[in-house]
């Protein structure tokens, strides 16, 4: 069965912990919409346009990726995009709670999709992309958590 999934996230930006979590979704499904939420409520500091050209750039070299951004619901958005299954990334136990919330609602919301969690490579578990975009306002080196292309897009709107 070829299974569609959809990934879905701030990505402000996107960081290498978001990139391991799709290289793994890309070898269980069939192809994996990365969707890049408006979500105006968490104030994000790259615009949503920036927020697309960056996971775009960055996943370019995976086949089976499409990055797309949406403002609408989440539980709407996978239903257009014909997704069976939400991907979530687990980091750690305080992640789970509210993976566990928000897995719930859409069960409810979109029941025949269903949410399964895949956890990053242990050295991505500490990474947010709030604290990583805190270390480059700060000056301080990013190479370890995120691609060129974002440091330096990080540099330029933080420094
Ligand atoms: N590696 C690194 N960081 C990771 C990560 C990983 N593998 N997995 C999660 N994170 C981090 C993110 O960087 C982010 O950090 P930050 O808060 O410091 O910026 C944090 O974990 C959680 O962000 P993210 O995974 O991007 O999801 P989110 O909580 O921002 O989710 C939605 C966005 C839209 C998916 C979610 O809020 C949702 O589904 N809401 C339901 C309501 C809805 O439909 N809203 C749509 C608005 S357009």
């Known amino acids: 069965m070829k299974i569609k999934a959809i990934y879905p996230g701030t990505f402000d930006p996107i960081t290498n912990g978001h990139t391991d979590i799709i290289k793994r979704a890309t070898k269980l499904f069939e192809q994996v919409i990365v969707a890049v939420a408006a979500n105006p409520t968490k104030?994000?500091?790259f615009s949503l346009e920036k927020r697309v050209e960056l996971a775009t750039t960055v996943l370019a070299n995976i086949n089976n990726v499409t990055v797309l951004g949406f403002d609408i619901?989440?539980?709407?958005?996978?239903?257009?995009?014909?997704?069976?299954?939400?991907?979530?990334?687990?980091?750690?136990?305080?992640d789970f709670e509210y993976e566990f919330q928000m897995a719930g609602m859409n069960r409810t919301l979109i029941p025949d999709i269903e949410t399964i969690f895949l956890t990053p490579a242990n050295k991505y578990s500490y990474i947010s992309s709030s604290l990583v975009r805190?270390?480059?306002?700060?000056?301080?080196?990013?190479?370890?958590?995120?691609?060129?292309?974002?440091?330096?897009?990080?540099?330029?709107?933080?420094c």
């Open 43 to 45: 104030a994000p500091a």
């Open 73 to 94: 619901l989440l539980a709407k958005f996978a239903k257009q995009c014909d997704a069976q299954v939400i991907v979530r990334g687990l980091r750690a136990v305080s």
């Open 134 to 158: 805190e270390v480059a306002a700060l000056g301080g080196p990013v190479d370890d958590f995120v691609s060129p292309i974002v440091r330096a897009a990080l540099y330029q709107k933080m």
